[in-house]
């Protein structure tokens, strides 16, 4: 976020602040309100953060993000024994906010629709997950069980295959025994099905997919060598400068329609394996 679109840090003034409340009333607590989303959930839900929710308006006004957690947890009781270091805290583009951030360096006031999304660890669970992609190539990641494990293992996959660099995030998707594996509630489902009682560990395979690729049929030539046969760069340049389809002379005869759904029908069973 710009320092041009940053809004000032300011305070909701609630009923009974000094310029409207009658004289000799109690002084009335100053809040801020932001948006709060815990990952997973469908919807974020409106959070007050409250002066009285310190000991004196100096904290608040200095109030870092870890003073919020503090406050997270006093409100949700399903964070009540959930150390603030678990917590972890991010914007709308799942951007990891620093703990120690203030709020006043936030968009949040009176018409504030800043929203923070919360992840919090679901169990002790260490879970092992062996990733595999075309050409039945393999790698493997170790995450946490926590509301964010689908988005680690999406990063993850991203991370150690060259292919998906440039694919988007959200496009990034796993299969387990030939059933998709799509969102968090996907993943969660399948946590709960295959962990032990009393284990602390879980192994599981899946299959790295992406949302939207086109088919094997419209592939070119160097989108197989490089994503099926794992050809380097320098090998695509030499097919494409060096060894150009365009100079030979053409099949005779021709490759008939079933000849070519056959080669595309092999290119998939090479890339499912």
């Known amino acids: 976020m710009s320092n041009k679109d940053k809004r000032e840090f300011e ?49 608040f006004s200095k109030a870092d993000l870890d003073d919020f957690k503090k406050v997270l947890r006093e409100h949700y009781p399903f964070l009540n024994s959930i150390e603030n270091k678990l917590i972890a805290l991010f914007d709308e583009s799942l951007e990891r906010l620093d703990p120690r951030t203030n709020l006043s360096s936030l968009d949040v006031g009176k018409d504030s629709d800043t929203t923070i999304i919360v992840r919090y660890p679901l169990s002790r669970l260490s879970i092992n997950v062996n990733l595999k992609f075309v050409n039945n190539r393999k790698e493997e990641c170790m995450i946490k069980h926590t509301t964010g494990s689908f988005n680690m293992l999406q990063v993850e996959a991203k991370s150690k295959f060259e292919s998906l660099a440039d694919c988007k995030l959200n496009d990034i998707y796993f299969e387990h025994q030939g059933k998709e594996i799509g969102n968090a509630y996907h993943f969660e489902h399948l946590v709960e099905k295959f962990k032990e009682e009393g284990k602390n560990e879980l192994s599981l395979d899946l299959k790295v997919r992406i949302r939207n690729r086109k088919s094997f049929g419209d592939w070119k030539l160097e989108e197989v060598l490089k994503n099926i046969y794992n050809y380097k760069s320098s090998m695509l340049e030499l097919v494409s400068d060096d060894f150009k389809l365009e100079d030979l002379h053409q099949l005779s005869p021709t490759l008939s329609d079933e000849e070519l759904n056959t080669i595309v029908e092999q290119l998939k069973v090479k890339e499912s394996v």
């Not at 003034?13 to 009333?25: A, I, M, N, V």
């Not at 815990?38 to 904290?59: L, R």
């Open 11 to 59: 305070f909701i003034e609630q009923p009974g602040s000094p310029s409207k409340r009658p004289q000799g009333s109690r002084p009335s607590s100053r809040s801020i309100k932001m948006w709060v989303l815990f990952e997973g959930d469908e919807d974020a839900e409106k959070f007050v953060f409250k002066e009285d929710d310190f000991a004196n308006m100096d904290e």
